[in-house]
């Protein structure tokens, strides 16, 4: 995320495929410290306030072509990677 946050139409595809509760880190401390464990606010809510607070994302969120992921799954992006060299 430092490097670079997802944009609008990232952040909507990660969406579509996992929901926007599995987006969110909910056990971060930003999400702590601005009071949203207790405020109620629903998911989308809290993804669109995640546009100029990106760390309350769940991290890393990795893309690569038209694969995304949640997480730390070095398997699974070894895989993307094998299948577009043909399986080496």
């Known amino acids: ?9 990232e952040l909507r595809r990660f969406v579509e495929k996992f929901g926007a509760p ?4 909910k056990d971060g ?7 949203l464990h207790v405020s109620g606010d629903s998911p989308q809510r809290v993804l669109a306030r995640a546009e100029t607070e990106p760390r309350l994302l769940r991290t890393p969120l990795v893309r690569y072509g038209h694969h995304v992921a949640i997480g730390h799954a070095p398997a699974e992006w070894q895989a993307w990677i094998d299948a ?3 399986g080496h």
């Open 22 to 25: 599995a987006l969110i880190d």
């Open 1 to 9: 995320m430092k490097e670079r946050p997802p944009s609008k139409g």
């Open 84 to 86: 577009t060299k043909g």
């Open 29 to 35: 401390p930003r999400y702590r410290a601005l009071g």
